[in-house]
């Protein structure tokens, strides 16, 4: 089941660079596709029926501002950057969790917390490919811009992730499959209305192009969400999400080998080694 959510996200960021490469612009509609495909999974996946008191609503449409910046955001990384390097630093969000949990909600601190910020610390050293290295290709470029739209991303996918952390708490876990069509759901209308609006004269092109990528995006996000609830469900977490983000970083490696043609210095590889290893030190 880890491997299969690992996939299911892997799967997801593959779909987008493929559009990315085959196809250009009409981002806002892609993404908000990609929002409603996911949305329309977790819908079909509540049994339970909807449930979600006005004080979710509010932190539902907040995550979903977070969700929507974080997504389009991921978008433009996968546009502009390195495939492997993208999925890792996007990994690093869950440092913004754990920071809330310890200076919000007085968690103990872990004896591995600091020393794995400070692995990952030197991993984002080591990822870049350095002055004296081979000149890399587009692919593979690490640019000023792509470090601002997948820092920023990664922020906001860490802020979601925590207002998540803040729902669980006040709701006893009651109501997980509300907040995430909650925030889906603003997510898709937020990016559908500046969408139509920025690209109106692409709409058909783009939903022509894009509908079947998307479709295969959206669908593996709300695989690994839900796959990744079940999964907390069953183990720790301390377990779970080091096994998580550790098997896709490594897919994550293989596909950008394989499928991008991306190329890595030892420098690189040791920053990503390292990179793996210290999210693992941040869930112990």
């Not at 350095?130 to 587009?138: H, L, M």
């Not at 992730?161 to 889906?184: D, P, R, Y």
């Not at 590889?269 to 793996?276: E, F, K, Q, S």
Request: net charge positive; with cysteine.
């Amino acid at each position: 089941m880890i491997l299969a959510a690992s996939c299911a996200s892997l799967t997801e960021g593959i779909a987008i660079r493929r559009y990315n490469t085959r196809h250009s612009g009409g981002g806002f509609l892609f993404v908000a596709m990609i929002s409603a495909f996911s949305l329309f999974f977790f819908a079909a996946a509540d049994r339970n029926g909807f449930h979600a008191p006005a004080a979710l609503w509010l932190l539902g449409m907040i995550s979903g501002i977070f969700y929507c910046t974080a997504s389009f955001l991921t978008y433009l990384a996968l546009q502009c950057g390195p495939f492997a390097q993208t999925n890792l630093i996007l990994s690093y969000n869950v440092v913004l969790s754990i920071s809330y949990g310890i200076f919000f909600l007085h968690e103990p601190l872990s004896p591995m917390t600091l020393p794995g910020i400070a692995v990952i610390l030197i991993s984002l050293y080591l990822i870049n490919p350095g002055t004296k290295s081979k000149a890399p290709t587009e692919a593979n470029r690490i640019s000023v811009k792509w470090l601002i739209f997948i820092g920023l991303s990664t922020v906001g996918c860490g802020m979601v992730g925590v207002l998540q952390k803040m729902q669980q708490i006040h709701f006893e876990n009651a109501c997980n499959h509300e907040f995430m069509i909650i925030t889906l759901s603003f997510s898709a209308v937020m990016l559908a209305v500046v969408g139509f609006r920025q690209e109106r004269g692409r709409i058909r092109q783009v939903l022509r192009s894009g509908l079947p990528y998307a479709a295969c995006a959206g669908t593996a996000n709300g695989v690994t969400n839900f796959l990744s609830m079940f999964i907390n469900n069953l183990m720790p977490l301390t377990l779970a999400s080091p096994l998580r983000t550790g098997t896709k970083i490594v897919l994550s490696f293989v596909c950008s080998r394989l499928l991008f043609r991306e190329d890595f210095n030892l420098r690189q590889i040791v920053g990503i080694v390292l990179g793996t290893f210290g999210l693992i030190l941040l869930n112990l």
